[in-house]
């Protein structure tokens, strides 16, 4: 048989209830100011701090940046105007020579030949035209035969003057101070006319090298503007240079214009040694001026070819908005960029902790530039 609770055992489970509600009050009463402690954190924690710089404008000249290969100005194929065996080669590949320098020699075995002939055919004709001169003289011949005797003589004449030229064919020498560059026959081959069997270049008018630019660059170059040369074979040594030609057609196929930029060399004793076909960067310097914004290369990020992002600060500098910029060059230099559009001159870009950046990301400028 159950009996009912006592007085005191109901006394002591309301008084603990009661102590239950007075702790859930006391905790509900506090947590306002501990919600607001986590807000400022947060604001503190979204809150980063940067260093910015303000965009320049400046007059520039837009560097071109191409790739080619060095050059004599003077490079060319000797041949020999005749065919015939190749008795002898003078020089071997490499060699520099001189001018006038023989470099090889036909077999004269057939030229040698027609110009005996060619001399015997005019000596006997220089005799019938002495001799029809004589007689007419005298009256013995008539006019009509002088004037034959004539033509003759000077038809064996010339015929001795062409086996002449053609017999000094035979030896083919350089046609000015330079290297071989190539040999592409041996002694004993037989050679056509016009075969090729040196490639020759000459020093005299000194070295250049050609280059391929695009459209919007070629339009912008001028003859006469200046330039800078790059040689891998030269580690760290600028070769000033001029644009010397340029081409007055594109080239087929590619859609794009070379041009031939003269270096500036010192004096042969200063020179150093150059070799055709090194390869060679050039910086082409044209004279038409743009203005440019520039900035520093650390503001740039998401790079994409020619465009890239930055952060700009607001008018009050507490926020950073994000502005896609086109990138017209970077100058390794001074370690800024050139940028043709995106930006306003006298903007402040943001420099340092631009990658913990986000849209309309509040800042703090700690330092500025």
């Not at 020619?306 to 017209?328: C, I, N, P, Y």
């Amino acid at each position: 048989m159950m009996r009912a609770p006592s007085l005191s055992l109901c006394a002591a489970w309301v008084s603990g209830f009661a102590v239950l509600l007075l702790g859930l009050q006391s905790v509900a009463g506090c947590s306002p100011p501990a919600t607001a402690a986590s807000e400022r954190a947060s604001r503190e924690e979204a809150l980063v701090r940067v260093r910015s710089a303000v965009v320049m404008e400046e007059e520039v000249a837009q560097p071109v940046r191409a790739s080619g290969a060095l050059a004599a100005k003077q490079e060319s194929r000797l041949s020999f105007k005749l065919g015939g065996i190749v008795q002898r080669i003078s020089v071997e590949e490499g060699r520099t020579v001189t001018r006038g320098q023989v470099l090889a020699a036909l077999d004269p075995s057939e030229v040698g030949p027609q110009v005996a002939q060619a001399r015997e055919a005019r000596d006997k004709a220089a005799r019938d035209l002495e001799r029809a001169r004589s007689l007419y003289e005298a009256q013995v011949a008539t006019r009509v035969q002088l004037q034959d005797a004539t033509t003759a003589f000077e038809v064996a004449e010339a015929g001795l003057r062409v086996a002449t030229f053609q017999q000094r064919q035979t030896s083919l020498v350089a046609p000015a101070a330079g290297r071989i560059l190539r040999r592409m026959v041996e002694p004993g081959e037989v050679v056509a006319p016009g075969q090729a069997l040196f490639l020759f270049a000459s020093e005299e008018d000194g070295w250049v090298v050609r280059v391929e630019l695009a459209d919007r660059d070629v339009v912008r170059v001028r003859e006469g503007d200046s330039a800078e040369v790059f040689l891998d074979a030269h580690p760290g040594r600028t070769f000033q240079a001029r644009v010397r030609e340029i081409a007055s057609a594109a080239t087929p196929g590619l859609g794009t214009a070379e041009v031939e930029l003269e270096l500036l060399l010192p004096p042969s004793d200063a020179a150093p040694r150059l070799l055709s076909g090194l390869s060679a960067k050039a910086r082409v310097f044209p004279s038409e001026r743009r203005a440019l914004r520039f900035v520093p290369v650390e503001a740039l990020l998401e790079g994409d070819g020619d465009t890239a992002s930055v952060f700009v600060l607001a008018q009050d500098g507490q926020r950073a908005t994000r502005r896609r910029v086109r990138v017209a060059f970077l100058s390794t230099e001074d370690g800024r960029a050139a940028l043709s559009e995106g930006v306003e001159a006298g903007a402040r870009v943001v420099t340092d902790g631009v990658s913990f950046l986000r849209e309309g990301q509040p800042v703090a400028v700690v330092e500025a530039r």
